[in-house]
């Protein structure tokens, strides 16, 4: 039976921090909190050294009807609570292929890390997929990562999983393979510009023939993009398209 041990391996274990560090985390976790106030999306902080969480926002998608302060105090055990069984292999699988791509990661870079997955919550008695991305936040001086920067948001897919590592600012671009067990390179999805500005006046509430009318093509013509749009990000509707555009920085 997984623990909540289990998910600190020696992958991501760090050393080094003391008391001293810890007085440098109030401005993180303020700008935290402030980032917080600014979106629906739950946000979180994990410290890998004291193995627990550091901050919860009250945001509450990643709550599932309890408050942050019990959501601190569970730590990693919330995981253990609130995700469905047959998912907790996924989420240690997950994590040291995580931090196996971080650790191989040269370390001018690291900062720049974004993992990105999806996976169900028990939220209310009822199973809600999840999109959870995290980065890091504060390396120690041999470069492990103290602290970690989380956002939790809806996910735009159907079923867990969706394993991504990308490296900011760059073309790289990773998928996990949960059957070969390995990271698999990936090219990047790009959009054109009629595309992007489909997306985004479908964002605003525009209806199809008002968006013609902006962009001044046919109707026939808008719907292709559309179309193209939601091959390209394998979704099946507008809706489902912006969450994936939105999560995944495309706009």
């Not at 080094?16 to 109030?26: F, P, Q, V």
């Not at 980032?35 to 009250?58: G, H, N, P, R």
């Not at 920067?149 to 490296?167: D, N, P, Q, Y």
């Amino acid at each position: 039976m997984i623990q909540k041990e289990d998910f600190f391996i020696e992958a991501n274990r760090v050393e080094g921090i003391t008391e001293a560090d810890y007085l440098r985390t109030k401005p993180y976790i303020e700008t935290a909190k402030a980032f917080a106030q600014t979106t629906y999306q739950s946000i979180y902080i994990i410290d890998y050294f004291k193995k627990s969480f550091l901050y919860v926002s009250d945001n509450p998608i990643f709550l599932c009807g309890h408050s942050a302060k019990e959501v601190m105090e569970m730590g990693y055990g919330f995981y253990l609570n609130q995700v469905p069984e047959i998912e907790i292999p996924m989420l240690t699988e997950l994590n040291q292929a995580g931090f196996s791509a971080f650790n191989a990661t040269p370390r001018e870079e690291r900062m720049c890390c974004l993992m990105s997955y999806d996976f169900h919550i028990l939220s209310n008695k009822k199973k809600l997929l999840v999109n959870h991305k995290i980065t890091p936040l504060l390396l120690n001086e041999l470069g492990q990562v103290w602290l970690a920067l989380c956002t939790v948001s809806l996910s735009s897919h159907k079923e867990a999983g969706h394993i991504e590592f990308r490296r900011m600012g760059t073309s790289q671009h990773q998928v996990y393979s949960l059957t070969e067990h390995q990271w698999i390179p990936q090219e990047e999805i790009r959009l054109k510009t009629e595309e992007k500005e489909v997306l985004v006046l479908s964002a605003r509430g525009y209806t199809m023939k008002e968006i013609a009318e902006k962009v001044c093509k046919s109707i026939d013509t808008v719907k292709f993009y559309r179309k193209q749009v939601f091959e390209k990000l394998e979704v099946e509707n507008i809706t489902e398209a912006l969450s994936f555009a939105i999560n995944y920085g495309l706009l």
